[in-house]
C-alpha cells in the first residue's frame, strides 16, 4: 500500500514541477539546522547545499534557518518551527532541507502542516523514528546511524590498554535513544572483549564535580575512554579538558575536544542532500524507490586530539580523514617544494641582475673610455693643427681612402683660397683633386703618387718639373 501512494505523489509531484521547471526556474528553498550558526561547519552545510543543486542545474535561492536546538526544550522549539514555517509560506517556499535530527521532527510535529504540504529532504538523521517516517510519502532524504560497535572497534584498536569506557549523555529524547543504541552494540562487543567495562554518566543527573573528575584528571583519566552518544554544548567544556579520549558518531565535534567521530563528510552529505533536492523539484527519477536511505559513516579524526595523546596520524587507516590539519602539516611537501622554487627563482634573479649591473658597468666603462679617447684625440688634433699651422710651406694631408684630412692655412694661401668664408676643416672629407691638381709633362699625376706611396709605404718624390694648379682660380705654380 505505501509503494502505491508513494507512486502516486511522486506522479502528483512530477506533474506539477515539470509544468513549472524551465531553464531560467529559481526555486525557494529553505534549508533548516538544528543548531547555531557558530556550530561548527555551518558554513561548509551551506556551501555543500550550494554544490549539490548546481551539479543537478538547478537554480535556487537558500534561506537558511537555525533551531537553537541545543538551548530549548520541546515546546520552545515548536514555537520557533511554526514562526519559521510561516516565514517560508510569505517566502513561497517550494521545497524544505532539514539538517539534523531535532530539525526533521519539530518541522513534522510541530502543529504546522508546511511539513507536509511540500517536499521534504530530510538529511543527517542519526536516530530515526520510524514510525513517524513511514506514512510521509513527500518526505525524502537519508539517515547516518551511528555505528557503536565500529566505535567500539576502532577505540580498541588505537588505545588497547584502556579498558574502561565512559558513556555520557543527558536526559534528551535523542540522548535516552543514543544510550538504547550505545547498549545494544555494547552487549555485542563485551562478549567479545569481556575486559571492558562500561560506565553511564548522565550530565543532568550526575554532579557535574563528579563527572569532571572521571576524566579531567590524569590519575583517574589514564585509563579510560569516553563515548558520547549524543552531543551538547555543556560537553564542550568537559570534552575539551578531558585527559581521556572522546569518540562520537558526530563529526560536528571535532573541533570541541573529540578525537574521533563516525559521521559522514558534511560536505558531502549536504552535497547529496542538495542533489536530491534539485531531482524531486525538477520532477527527476531518484536513486531509490523513495522515502528514507542510511548512508554509511567514515571514521574523522581531529589532528590536533591526536598530537595531544601522542598518536601518530598513520594509525588512520584508509578511508578514514583527518581534519584540523594546521597549514603547514597539510601542505608541508607543497611548501618545501615551493620554497625551494621561489629559491631558485631568487638566486637566478640575483644572478641575472649581478650579470646585468656587471654588462652594465663594463658598458659605462667601454663608453668612458671611447669619450675618454675622442676627447684626446680631439686633443691632439687640435694640437697638430696648431703645429702645423704655424709652417710656413704649404701642406695637405690625405687618408689611405684618398680623401683630405688635413690643409695648412699656408697651403689655403698659395691657392688664394680665401681663409675668411673657408677654414682647413671645411675641406675635409673631399677626394684628391678636389683643390688642386699636380701636372708633370701635361700629366695629372696627384692620384698615381698617392697610390704609389700606398703601394710603397715609402717616401715617393715629386718630379722636378711638377707644376700645382688650382680648381678654384686656375692659378699654377711649380713645386
Known sequence: MRKIVLLVFWGVMSALFSTMSGADRIYNILYIRSYTPNTPFQSVLTKGLYKGLSKEGVKANVTVEYLNADYWGYNAECVIMRRICERARQRGTDLIVTMGDEAFYDLMT????????????????????????????????????IDFEKLFEEMKRIFPNRKEVICLSDNSLLGRRGIKALENAWVKFQHRNPEYILVKKNMQAHVTTDVISSICYDYNAYNRVVIVPKWNPLLSVVCKNSKAPVFTGQSLTLTNGVICAHDVVYLESASVAGKLAARVLEGKPIPSSGGIVNLEGK??????????????????????????VPFKERYGNSLAILYSVIL????????RLVRSNRKEA???????ARLLLQTRLVEQRDEFDSIFSSIRDGMIFYGVDLRIHFINPSMMRML???????????????????????????????TDLLNQVLEQQKIIPIPSNAFIRGNEKGISFPI
Do not use: W
Open 110 to 145: 510541530c502543529g504546522d502542516s508546511l511539513g507536509y504540504q511540500l517536499p521534504v529532504v530530510a538529511a543527517n538523521i542519526k536516530y530515526p523514528n520510524e514510525e513517524l517516517m513511514k506514512d510521509l510519502p513527500n518526505v525524502f532524504g537519508f539517515t547516518v546511524k
Open 299 to 324: 571514521f574523522q579524526y581531529d589532528y590536533k586530539q591526536l598530537a595531544f595523546f601522542h598518536v601518530s596520524p598513520r594509525v588512520v587507516e584508509e578511508g578514514g580523514i583527518i581534519m584540523n
Open 344 to 351: 631558485v627563482i631568487l638566486v637566478l634573479l640575483v644572478y
Open 362 to 368: 663594463h658598458r659605462r666603462i667601454r663608453a668612458q
Open 416 to 446: 688664394e683660397l680665401s681663409l675668411q668664408i673657408h677654414t682647413s676643416r671645411s675641406y675635409e672629407g673631399r677626394m684628391a683633386g678636389s683643390i688642386f691638381q699636380i701636372y708633370s709633362d701635361d700629366k695629372n699625376i696627384l
